[in-house]
């Protein structure tokens, strides 16, 4: 009984729509008429077959290889910065936490800044290393540089949670590790590591989840270019159902989107589960 | 105790679906209709509105507007559209183009404004006949007011063509390539046009690069008519062979600049009214004659400049389907009252440096003074018959598409010729007005 409220939340909130969503999704609605018809799965096959589909498929792949381990191997080296830290712990984790709570806008247009023709940054480059780079016009730097953004903006975040894996490791362990020989690098890793899988866990499936749902620093920096290499899922959504009032075919990507996503989280769950029994985490 | 949360978890359920379902209320018991006026979500438009709602107010009786501004989500398009889908629309809102209200109009979301009893009348106090014809929609209706109408123009440093040894701004696309020559040879770091969209597939972007060259070679070509593609063939391989030698000849910075007209990196730029504020802020040494010029788009060679078109950055006031009758004549009977004086007009234009949609604005006397202080604003004043609002068709946004990444970012990238470009995009966007 006490969970009713946040049933009814779910309900409302989340089943409703999704039910809603995928009633649309074979549909031709276009958001704004009150008349629609049923196409069937025409809008799937449709999808199936857009090109610009595709590169979202591909695209968010091509992001998660980027910022799954940028973002957690970076989340945990600040996380074993900041638990090594004799004081202000608190401090510096607030302090590293702050990104995750900067406007995507805001912080898009100050990326954008840095990365202009006229920069600082570039004008030293070219006059000190003849470098003339176009950032945001090559596809791979573009969507390295969206990929670097997302880092900058979760790290902290996520090295919060493997702040809270680190200190919730018992000191006998250590001491057990200690006696058998494992110190330094191999207490790193055969010790921290996997005692740290719950985090790992935590993380990693948060940082997956987060690739398919990337918006508005390819929409402010790039609008989906260079030829597509940062079209995302989102964007083609948005494009769809907001822009040319597809709302049917919008929804339809959207379904997609979700049986992808879902998809995909499960594969990177077993993987985890895999190597989590190994270490004896069932 | 868990009977009551039950009764609780209940009465949650109905009171969100009483709030979703309840009607909007068009009146009050005393006779008063009760309109929502959404304005443009940036402070000056609001302030311009409100102040007008409150005037008309105190005039007339029966009537209440409430003005908010339009909710921003990502864009304002995004958020009528949101609230047509949830229900709440309002009466009556400004900001809307004529792509989208092709959009709008094509779903009946919106009603013609020539069935209104005195819309004739209007455009006849207003002066606006001839500005209001290029607005004029496939099925013969008007479905949007025009209240501003920016001429897109060119800004050119005059100040670094006299150092190239010209003494007036390049009206045709040659004169142009021979300028840029020039600029070449003297300044090998500085470009011609600095702009990022070139190369972005925004489709609204193509407003203030393609089509302004375009409408310039087609003498105002509508591009598209009803689901017909009629654009000028041989304007459109113009207007990309152009973009072609800018880019073959280094003219053309496809990156992210910061000011680079006003830093003298590039020496023209497409520009609007807007800028001129950001200027007197920022920059305020940018004076009209002395560093810079303005000038309509150059013309292809052949074609007289005079008869040169360019885009209109417009929008104006639609009326929502969605509204009561009775409300829709509340809100037709305010922007009448509106622009029955040109005093209002000019409070627009002070407040937000967007030219009002009209016919007379270069010659009518009120507006005479404010134009002699900004000199700037002359040239857009007296191009307001020259500019072309954008497509009518619920497809604007996926033709916009089109034209860049079919025809004008590979051109520019050096990967299709402008003839192969331009055939490309016709027959894509034959494919999509099917």
């Given at each position: ?81 900041i638990?090594?830290l ?23 247009i ?18 000190t ?54 110190v ?38 790039t609008g989906?270019?260079?030829?597509l ?54 | ?26 009146g ?25 709602a409150?005037?008309?107010m ?9 003005v ?25 809102s ?10 709008l ?25 001839e ?38 701004v ?27 969209d ?30 017909d593609?009629?654009?000028?063939d ?20 496809t ?74 004549q ?12 040109p ?5 627009w ?21 404010y ?35 079919n ?28």
């Open positions: 009984m006490f969970a009713s409220p946040y049933l009814v939340y779910s309900l409302i909130f989340f089943l409703f729509p999704l039910l809603w969503a995928t009633y649309l999704a074979f549909t031709n609605w276009n958001l704004i008429s009150p008349d629609y018809e049923f196409v069937g799965v025409q809008n799937f096959v449709q999808a199936f077959f857009s090109e610009s589909v595709r590169a979202a498929f591909f695209v968010t792949y091509k992001f998660l290889a980027m910022f799954v381990p940028i973002a957690v191997i970076g989340a945990l080296c600040l996380a074993l910065i638990s090594a004799p004081r202000f712990k608190g401090l510096f984790s607030v302090a590293f936490f702050l990104p995750y709570l900067a406007s995507g806008v805001a912080s898009a100050v990326v954008n800044g840095i990365l202009s023709y006229n920069s600082p940054f570039n004008i030293w480059l070219r006059s290393f003849g470098l003339d780079i176009n950032w945001l016009g090559s596809p791979v730097l573009a969507a390295l540089i969206i990929a670097l953004m997302m880092a900058w903006k979760f790290m902290g975040y996520y090295a919060l949670l493997f702040v809270a894996g680190l200190e919730s490791i018992p000191k006998d362990v250590y001491e057990a590790a200690r006696m058998d020989g494992a330094g690098w191999k207490k790193f890793w055969y010790v921290t590591i996997p005692m740290l899988y719950p985090s790992f866990y935590t993380v990693t499936i948060l940082a997956v989840g987060l690739m398919f749902g990337i918006f508005t620093e390819p929409y402010v920096l989906g270019g260079p030829d290499a940062t079209h995302t899922w989102q964007l083609e959504i948005y494009q769809q159902a907001f822009e040319r009032l597809h709302a049917g075919y919008g929804t339809s990507i959207a379904v997609i989107n979700s049986i992808v996503t879902f998809a995909s989280i499960l594969v990177f769950r077993k993987i985890l589960e895999v190597w989590g029994a190994k270490h004896g985490w069932e | 105790m868990k009977k009551r949360i039950g009764y609780l978890c209940v009465m949650l359920l109905v009171m969100v679906f009483a709030a979703g379902c309840q009607s909007e209320k068009s009050s018991d005393d006779g008063t209709v009760e309109i929502e006026f959404w304005s443009a979500p940036n402070p000056p438009q609001q302030a311009f509105w409100t102040d007008m409150k005037k008309y105190e005039e007339t009786d029966g009537v209440k507007i409430n908010t501004p339009m909710p921003e989500s990502p864009s304002s398009e995004a958020g009528i559209q949101s609230a047509i889908a949830a229900g709440s629309a309002p009466t009556i400004e900001n809307i183009s004529r792509g989208f209200a092709a959009q109009s094509d779903s009946s979301a919106i009603v013609p404004l020539n069935e209104f009893e005195g819309f004739e009348e209007l455009l006849k106090e207003r002066h606006m006949k500005t209001i014809k290029s607005w004029k929609f496939a099925d013969g209706n008007q479905y949007v007011l025009p209240i501003y109408s920016n001429a897109m123009l060119f800004a050119w440093r005059i100040d670094i063509l006299n150092e190239l040894g010209f003494e007036e390049p009206k045709t696309h040659s004169e142009v390539l021979e300028v840029g020559q020039k600029l070449k040879e003297q300044y090998p770091k500085k470009f011609l046009w600095a702009r990022a070139l190369v972005k597939p925004t489709w609204w972007a193509r407003w203030f690069d393609f089509f302004m060259i375009y409408n310039a070679a087609s003498k105002g070509n509508n591009f598209v008519e009803g689901s593609l009629i654009a000028d041989q304007a459109g391989i113009a207007t990309l062979e152009l973009f072609d030698k800018l880019s073959k000849n280094d003219l053309l910075l990156r992210q600049v910061t000011d680079p007209f006003e830093t003298g990196q590039s020496i023209m730029m497409d520009i609007g009214p807007w800028t001129f504020s950001y200027w007197d802020e920022k920059f305020p040494e940018m004076k009209l004659g002395e560093k810079y010029e303005l000038a309509m788009p150059p013309v292809p060679d052949g074609v007289s400049p005079e008869d040169a078109k360019t885009f209109a950055d417009t929008k104006g006031l639609s009326i929502y389907a969605s509204a009561t009758k009775e409300q829709q509340a809100a037709f009977d305010f922007v009448k009252w509106v622009y029955s004086n005093e209002h007009d000019l409070a234009f002070k407040q937000t440096n967007l030219p009002p949609a009209r016919d007379d604005l270069s010659e009518n006397e009120t507006f005479t003074s134009l002699e202080e900004n000199p700037q604003l002359k040239e857009y004043a007296k191009n307001i018959p020259n500019a072309v609002p954008p497509i009518d068709n619920a497809e604007t946004v996926a033709i916009q598409k089109l034209i860049g990444t025809a004008l970012i590979p051109v520019i990238k050096g990967e299709k010729s402008p003839e192969e470009a331009w055939k490309d995009m016709k027959e894509a966007i034959n494919g999509v007005l099917k």
